[in-house]
């Protein structure tokens, strides 16, 4: 799994606010960058938290594949 998807899962499995949420599936979707979710100071914190866990091996491959899944958007 590439680093964006796994800072995306983390973001979306560490916070039950909706548009933290919705910030991590726009990121899977790379509508928005890692670099403009760390000038947005209401979600700078996780993830920079999501970041440390990815850089401790914290994961679990198989929930972020699912996650991908679930949440990727596929344009034909």
Do not use: H, P
Request: aromatic share 6%.
């Amino acid at each position: 799994m590439d680093k964006v998807t796994c800072i995306a899962y983390l973001l979306y499995k560490s916070s039950k606010n909706q548009g933290i949420r919705e910030k991590a599936i726009q990121l899977l979707n790379g509508d928005v960058s890692i670099r403009e979710l760390k000038r947005i100071t209401s979600i700078q914190a996780n993830v920079v938290i999501a970041e440390s866990l990815l850089k401790k091996n914290q994961i679990d491959k198989n929930q972020v594949q699912l996650f991908a899944e679930q949440f990727m958007f596929q344009e034909v």
